[in-house]
């Protein structure tokens, strides 16, 4: 008898599995601050093996991104019981160098469900339970921002009880894109110690992975404000803006299909 799952528990049907098979498909609106940090603030962040991005490729340039979710595998079984396909994220993305290539990092992220928190793992994401929240923009009554000049959109970010991050965005027009900094295929590691403890790992790969299938919403800019706070189990705090660039409001759908191994587990 073979035991299936994706990743666990296990068992002979997988029916009890936190994830359904991939491919993933991820359907959400997306609140983005891009701003700039000392570079150096970023390197401390890195892994040995990562460089910062070259200096005309902006390597101190940051984005903070919130997101409200819905996923679901091939079959979408999850989209009629929702609590299995809602969630939201609130990710932190640089831009770093590795075997001469530029790419996207996600170096700071938090969620609030425990699917999304063990597929992040699988991916190499190194995401933490957290409390998100954002505004949802609206199409009638009062109670929200519409998608138009003017809209004023804020995001929070808590976890283990204390407030890391918030922000606004205030839309001002429509726009190409929604920035610059995770616009590129993700760099990331995917670390799990052995059961000795003994400081070696039993694995370490560098991994990469793009979206496929996107379907893109219109984007709209704006003016942003960010703001992070210290806490005693959090480092996002090294990462304080010095310069904000900009806020994006945009929908998006992609879907998860695989990744690539840059460097396997010796």
């Known amino acids: 008898m073979t035991f299936q799952g994706l990743p666990f528990p296990r068992t002979a049907t997988g029916d009890a599995s936190l994830l359904p098979p991939a491919p993933w498909h ?17 390197r401390a962040v890195l892994p040995p093996d990562v460089e910062l991005a070259h200096e005309d490729e902006d390597p101190g340039a ?6 409200d979710w819905q996923s679901c595998g091939d079959h979408g079984d999850e989209l009629v019981d929702p609590v299995r396909s809602q969630y939201k994220e609130s990710f932190v993305v640089v831009r770093c160098r590795y075997d001469g290539q530029l790419y996207s990092r996600c170096v700071f992220i938090w969620v609030d469900k425990d699917f999304a928190l063990v597929r992040g793992y699988l991916q190499g994401y190194p995401k933490k339970l957290g ?3 954002q505004t949802r923009p609206i199409t009638v009554g009062r109670a929200g921002p519409r998608l138009e000049a ?14 890391l991050a ?33 400081g070696v790992d039993s694995m370490s790969e560098v991994v990469t992975m793009s979206g496929v299938n996107l379907d893109l919403g ?49």
């Open 26 to 42: 991820y359907s959400g609106d997306l609140l983005t601050v891009e701003y700039r940090t000392d570079p150096a603030n970023v």
């Open 62 to 67: 940051v984005a903070f991104i919130w997101a």
């Open 131 to 133: 409390s998100i929240h």
């Open 150 to 163: 003017g809209g004023k959109f804020g995001m929070t970010l808590a976890a283990a009880d204390r407030r």
């Open 166 to 198: 918030s922000a606004t965005v205030t839309l001002r027009e429509l726009a190409p894109s929604n920035g610059f900094v995770n616009g590129h295929a993700m760099l990331h590691h995917r670390w799990f110690p052995r059961i000795e403890l003994d």
């Open 218 to 266: 219109p984007v709209w800019t704006g003016d942003a404000t960010l703001e992070l706070f210290a806490a005693p189990t959090e480092e996002l705090a090294l990462l304080a803006p010095r310069e904000i660039i900009g806020g994006y409001f945009r929908s998006v759908g992609t879907t998860f299909a695989g990744g690539t191994t840059l460097r396997a587990s010796s």
